[in-house]
């Protein structure tokens, strides 16, 4: 492997780390601002930054904005609306007390991306690839369902099974709009692609806050000093999220993102020092093990 081709699997790597650290900010401003609001401001508050970082792309590669196609708007808005899709899917399972089992669940994403990749970009996938991929997600599985979990019937499993299609879906969709662009740079090509997922996003959430809870924005603008860290982290780790769907198929990216899940093990063992139960150990040895052939075979 080249480190032109290793390239996304750095890309990946921050933006795990990057999502982890955002997903900390949001979880403290929903003490303000409620779980929809902390989900807003990563969106509102990112699109400054994604501006930013597009206009620092076209500093550096000094080439013009791309003209995007009907695909790529088609793609974009795929994404935009299987992202809110999921997060709206998410929220009703919190409201349903039953988040464990549904992040279980959603966490088979890399498994539904491979299909959703395979059928609607023609993304291919090795049978090596597909066993890492079923290897890393029922390390995740392992980790996420605990003996003690209720699963309350089969509700919060399609629940999470429909929000880890709709991220998959989503995952697709900002691919399918990044390779559009192909006479572009792939790094303009994730970036304008990154800006525009913010803007439909934060256009989105924006209007259904305003008509059904104008409460929240008001809160959120109010909170804008601890937003605007989320906003950054939020449209950070979008960034490289996008760089690595340009290089890698999202099934690859999607899969190795599952280490976010060992960043979070570590911050719960080393900051908070919560004690690994043996089943959670054997969950992040099946993980790491399903990575590493991932990043072997890739």
């Not at 090795?126 to 309350?152: E, N, W, Y």
């Amino acid at each position: 492997m080249t480190l032109a081709n290793s390239l996304w699997i750095v890309f990946t790597l921050i933006a795990a780390a990057a999502q982890t650290l955002r997903n900390a900010t949001q979880q403290h401003l929903t003490t303000t601002l409620g779980t929809a609001g902390a989900t807003h401001v990563r969106f509102l508050f990112g699109v400054p930054f994604g501006l930013v970082f597009l206009a620092l792309t076209l500093i550096a590669t000094g080439t013009p904005l791309p003209r995007p196609s009907g695909a790529f708007w088609t793609w974009i808005l795929v994404g935009g609306l299987a992202q809110s899709a999921a997060t709206a899917l998410m929220l009703t399972a919190m409201a349903g007390r039953s988040f464990v089992v549904v992040y279980a669940f959603i966490k088979t994403e890399p498994v539904q991306v491979a299909l959703f990749g395979l059928v609607l970009l023609g993304d291919v996938v090795t049978l090596p690839m597909a066993i890492a991929i079923l290897i890393a997600t029922s390390g995740v599985l392992l980790m996420s369902l605990r003996p003690d979990a209720a699963l309350d019937g089969s509700q919060p499993t399609l629940l999470g099974l429909a929000a880890g299609a709709m991220f998959g879906l989503s995952a697709i969709g900002y691919r399918g709009a990044i390779l559009s662009l192909g006479e572009s740079s792939s790094m303009l090509a994730a970036t304008f692609s990154v800006v525009i997922g913010l803007a439909l996003q934060a256009i989105l959430l924006s209007l259904y806050l305003l008509l059904r809870r104008p409460g929240v924005m008001t809160a959120i603008f109010r909170a804008w000093r601890p937003s605007l860290l989320a906003g950054f982290l939020g449209a950070f780790a979008s960034l490289f999220w996008f760089l690595a769907f340009a290089l890698a198929t999202a099934a690859s990216v999607r899969t190795l993102a599952l280490v976010e899940v060992l960043f979070a093990q570590g911050i719960s063992s080393f900051v908070f020092k919560h004690r690994t139960t043996a089943r959670e150990v054997f969950g992040i040895v099946l993980i790491v093990a399903g990575v590493a052939l991932l990043l072997w075979v890739y």
